[in-house]
Structures are given as structure tokens and as C-alpha cells.
């Protein structure tokens, strides 16, 4: 099995090295990521320069460019074949709800959508940010959602958005099917001074949960659970087709 990884929180990121660990168990491990934290980065492809891959001491391969490049150069080009899957992962942090609009981290997955077979992207979350996270048992869970891939007959152009709460094993009580939850507005940005008196803007952080009840990514993460959402890249709107169009039946053009 041919297995490509990348992330978005660059390359040296130790949530890359646990999946590249546990997953050389299953075949052939391939690591293009970007060459520095490139979060919250979305679907971006760099367009008005060139890329350079930069083969590092590991194998691993360092690309100065966004999450999203680092998986399309890859299949594109790069590689010199069609892996057999993406991961994407393991992020230091959540991307529930609408994180995933945002989320570097499901964009390299998404990219891999093309693929015969679905792509995973793969999240740790804890809740005390400032305690070191403990990859290895998030990656053995995604090894053992790889091992059972072949048994899912879902169609490509699927994500598997993947949140493992950052708990001892022991601890986590299973893996739920979730929707995924929304978050309120973000916080204010923060406004800042430079040394000449200009005023700058850093982003805040993201919003509140909102709708986060039973059936939600960020119920399932609350209570101890692996939360497993099936992201689409169809962003269609089905629920609206019906109103939208009766309203355009009354527009005259
Ligand atoms: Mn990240």
C-alpha cells in the first residue's frame, strides 16, 4: 500500500511523525508537507510562483507551499505515481464545525479526492492547549480506521474528518458518526499599535460552540468520543433547491 501524508502544520510537526510511524505498519509511507505552519490556510494553491521539494534527512519531503499544494504536486507530478491514499494530520487542535471552512488540515485530505479511495483528515483535541499532546495513541486510532477502509463502500470525493480527544486510550470511549456543529461569531480581532502610531489587526481566536448538542462533532469530542464526519466536497445546498426555486419562478428577466 501506497500511503501519502501531509498536514498543515508543516513538516516537522510531531503529529505528522506519529502518522508516519504508525502507518508504515500497512505499506509504504510518502510525507510531502508544507516547509512551516501553514494553518488555517483552507484550499489555497500558490499559482504565481514555482515549488521547490526539499528531501529532508527523514525521507520526509518539505514543500514552500500551502497544505493543498503540497497534496496536489504530489499526485500531480511529484510522486511519479497514484498513492493509494491521503491522510492528512494528526493537527494540534480541532477542527470541528466550521473549522473545517478554514482548515488546512481537511483541504490536503479533500485534494485527495480524486483518488480511488476516500482520504482521512485527522485532528487531536485538547481542551488545555497548553499541555503536550499525545500523538501516538491518536495515530494508532487512525491505523485502525485504515485497516478498515477496504470494508467501507462509500464513493471517492469523500473526507473522513477525524477528531480524536487527546486522552489515554483507556479513556476514549468508542468512535461516533457526528454532523458536524457550528461555532458563534469569533472574538473581536485585536487591535495593536506599531512603533509609528499605525493601527494593525491580529485575528482572534474562533467562535463558541453553538449548535454542538447530541449528533454534533462537538458533543461526541465532549464526551470522550472519536468523532467521525463524512465531509463531501459538493457543497450544494439540496435543502434550499425547492424554495430557491419557486423564488426565481417570480423573477421576470
Ligand atoms: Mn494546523
Redesign the pocket.
Known sequence: MEILLS???GVH?PGLAAHARALSELGNVHVVAPDG????FSHALTLEKPLCPTVLDNGFIALNGTPADCVHVALNGLLGFTPDLVVSGI???A?LGDDVIY???VAAAMEGRFLDSLSLAV?AVNAQRSVQYDYDVAAGITLSIVKKLPDLAISRRTVLNINIPDLPLKQIKGVKITRLGHRGPAQDVIEIKDPKGRTHYWIGSAGEEEDAGPGTDFHAIRNGYVSLTPLHADMSSYDTFDAVSKWLDEISI
Open positions: 498536514n498543515d502544520d510537526a505552519d501553514r494553518s488555517a493537527n494540534a487542535g477542527n482548515s488546512g488540515t485532528s
